[in-house]
């Protein structure tokens, strides 16, 4: 908790610096003149760079970006002071480049260049510099940490104003730029095609665009085309915006996870293994179940890295990732996404109290936010997008393929559905007891059960009932199905108990494949494979399962209404992520003789299928990290 409180005090307290150093406009420094250039320069802005700062204007010479500071345009140049940079850094002992030169001209040149004149006044200043970075220049003398010489200062030329300053200003990357500088110290064999650098740069995807209004152009060449002094491209990476994560952009402010090369492999192929397609469904192009496997594990590998600060107003809580506010990756839930919270109410059941920033070592501050460079992801794959799959019974989940009235998967029942939804609550009397354990008074306590389920009634016979389970993945699930007891659709309120429904759901559960075309395909036999109780009944019945039924209560004595009946562990060799026209069917059928439906009902109120996913990778959590057990309650397995 303290780890993630002094991150963001600290980005606050920046934030809170830059506004007192942007707003300081009572005082003005009697060393500095009042605003008005005052000193002039028969000159361009080169050539006054060239007498005021010769170290420098060699830099800018040598990389070629003289011309723009002789040209007709006008700029402001802040020029650091002769000896306070290493000159042989950047220009050789005949004036030629030692240095990368794009990294140069952006990195040094461009940071202490901006468009229009800009002098030194009596009020505070903020703009943009050549490199698009922020810029200030304060009414005291100073150009960012930079302290502006006192006498040569605002010195008027023929295309802009140049001020001295006593050191460099120090480039600050963005998020981006420090995606690609960790990249670029990453020793890991393979990071050139397996890293989040690889994946985030690549040219399919990190386009810039030429913004010509923000531009400067002089004439055009013997084609006709515009012959740019500067272009202004704005960066345009089509997977950070589908992540609503645009870490290049200077006016954003986030918190950016950033995992070493040997990180994201590891995730990378953690999230392959579990979207193994198979290409026998798939009549397209040849490679397509290749290309989405690539395209889906970047995209798991990618999830919950990013939070945007301005959303997180309420951090000292709980902290949600941009993929929490993008409905575009698929999952508009917010139990999804949320990773930490200090309030263990506002947290699903079943999730674990992960700090997460607290996992991720010492954060490094960017122009635009908080990067924290991690060689392990500080959370697992099931946290991170191996998720629990909830499908609740509905007449949009229930899967009615086939033709006219005739369904190929659900059978036996009535074609119009009766969904009911609310809260069930039951109250008990809890005895209080004095010192010498004699009961003094007693305390109402209620328990509220919020509940919802289709009633599936039988037309004759058993029933059958498929539901569509989407988006599964090629790995292991725990299954379980969750029903309310028979005599709950009853007007139980006004019905002694003892004439309450008490008989309990017999049927079996069977796993499909289907195509678009309702046709069963992929690893399965044609009729499914049927699923066997992990603790049968009858070893000669193995594939019975048999709900609670009756009236159940717990520890308290209330009264419990959802059953959570285990179906077994299950391995899908294929996955069925982002994929509609294909998936798979969980067939739930009542299985009861005429001579038993007096002990079994063969109608059921099914309240939803569950998938959890089972994935021995994932370190077991300690006790003191978890709310309550996080795994589900069966009335026939206990874990």
Known sequence: MNNIKNTFRAGFAIAAGLVVMYSCTDTWDDHYNAGQSTLKFNGTTMQALEETAPDFAKVVKAYGFSRELSSDNTYTVWAPADGSFDLSDYVGANGERVADSAEVVNDFIKNHVALYSLSLS?????????????????????????????????????????????????????????IAKQYKADTEAGKDTLSLYAYLYDEKVNKDTLIEGKSVSRGVDADGNKIWVSKYL?????????????????????????????????????????????????????GTCDSLTRHYANTFA???????????????????????????????????????????????????????????????????????????????????FFKKIKVTASDASVN?????????????????????????????????????????????????????????????GNITVGFNVPNTLSGTYDIYIVTCPIWFKDDYANIPIEEWDARPYRFTATIIERDDEGKNIGQFPSKGKTLENPEPIDEKQKTIFLSQGGVTYNDKGQTVINDTTYLGQYQFKNAY???????????????????????????????????????????????????????????????
């Open 122 to 178: 009596p009020k505070d200043q903020s703009f943009s510099l050549l490199n698009r970075k922020r810029g200030s220049m304060t009414s005291d003398g100073m150009f960012g940490h930079s302290k502006i010489d006192e006498q040569k200062n605002n010195i008027s030329c023929q295309n802009g104003i140049l001020h001295l300053i006593d050191q460099p200003s120090p480039y600050a990357n963005n998020l981006f730029e420090m």
């Open 577 to 639: 992520y982002g994929r509609a026209d294909y998936g798979v069917i969980i067939q739930i059928a009542s299985s009861i003789l005429s001579s038993q439906r007096k002990d079994f009902s063969n109608e059921m109120l099914i309240s939803s299928i569950i998938l959890k996913p089972h994935d021995e990778d994932a370190p077991v959590a300690e006790e003191t990290k978890t709310r309550k057990s996080i795994q589900l309650t069966t009335s026939n397995i206990r874990k």
């Open 234 to 286: 704005e960066q345009n990476n089509t997977v950070l915006k589908n992540h609503d994560a645009r870490l290049y952009e200077e006016d954003s402010l986030f918190i950016a996870i950033l995992p070493s090369a040997k990180a994201w492999g590891e995730r990378y192929k953690k999230a392959e293994s579990l979207l193994k397609f198979n290409p026998s469904e798939d009549n397209r192009a040849p």
């Open 302 to 384: 990618m999830t919950d890295l990013y939070y945007n600060q301005n959303a997180n107003e309420h951090w000292e809580d709980s902290l949600k990732s941009t993929d929490y506010y993008n409905a575009w990756h698929g999952v508009n839930d917010w139990t999804q996404h949320v990773y930490y919270s200090k309030e263990p109410k506002d947290m699903p059941e079943d999730k674990e109290i992960n700090d997460i920033l607290a996992k991720c070592g010492d954060p490094v501050e960017c122009s635009n936010g908080i990067a924290y460079l991690v060689d392990e992801y500080p959370f697992t794959a099931v946290e991170q």
């Open 400 to 460: 009615k393929l086939g033709s006219g009235d005739n369904w190929t998967y659900t059978k036996g029942v009535n074609k119009t559905f009766s969904m009911r939804a609310g809260t069930f609550t039951s109250t008990v009397n809890i005895p209080v007891y004095d010192d010498e354990g004699e009961i003094i008074s007693y305390e109402r306590e209620s328990l509220r059960q919020p509940f919802s389920y289709v009633d599936f009634t039988p037309t004759s």
